[in-house]
C-alpha cells in the first residue's frame, strides 16, 4: 500500500522557520522524483519545490529561491522541505508528491497535506 505521510506544519511567526518531512512507504522510494506542492485558501495548487530521484538536481518557484531547500535521504525514504524566512504568503496546506515515468508508464502519488501557517 503507497503511502506519504507529511508532518512538519504548524503556526509559524512571519520570518520563522518550519521543516517538513513526507515519509514514504509502498513503492521504491529512490526511482521517484520528489516534489512539494502547496495550495493556499482560494487558490490553485502550485509548484514550490522539486528534486530529481537521486537528489542531484532541484528546482524551485521562484517566489521560494532562497529560502526552501528541498533534500532527500534514500535511506530513510524521507523528504523534506526547510523553509526559512518565512512570510505570511507562504500560508498553504503543503503536500508531498511522488512521480516515475518509467517505459512509457507514470505513476503519481499524493500525501494528505500539512498545513503551514505564518501569522503574528
Known amino acids: 500500500q503507497v503511502q506519504l505521510m507529511e508532518s512538519g506544519g504548524g503556526l509559524v511567526q512571519p520570518g520563522g522557520s518550519l521543516r517538513l518531512s513526507c515519509a514514504a512507504s509502498?513503492?521504491?522510494?529512490?526511482?521517484?522524483?520528489m516534489t512539494w506542492y502547496r495550495q493556499a485558501p482560494g487558490k490553485e495548487r502550485e509548484l514550490v519545490a522539486t528534486i530529481s530521484s537521486t537528489g542531484g538536481r532541484t528546482n524551485y518557484a521562484d517566489s521560494v529561491k532562497g529560502r526552501f531547500t528541498i533534500s532527500r535521504d534514500n535511506a530513510k525514504n524521507t523528504v523534506y522541505l526547510q523553509m526559512n524566512m518565512l512570510k505570511p504568503e507562504d500560508t498553504a496546506m503543503y503536500y508531498c508528491n511522488a512521480f516515475s515515468y518509467v517505459l512509457s508508464m507514470s505513476r503519481n502519488y499524493w500525501g494528505q497535506g500539512t498545513l503551514v501557517t505564518v501569522s503574528s
Open positions: 509502498g513503492f521504491t522510494f529512490s526511482t521517484y522524483a
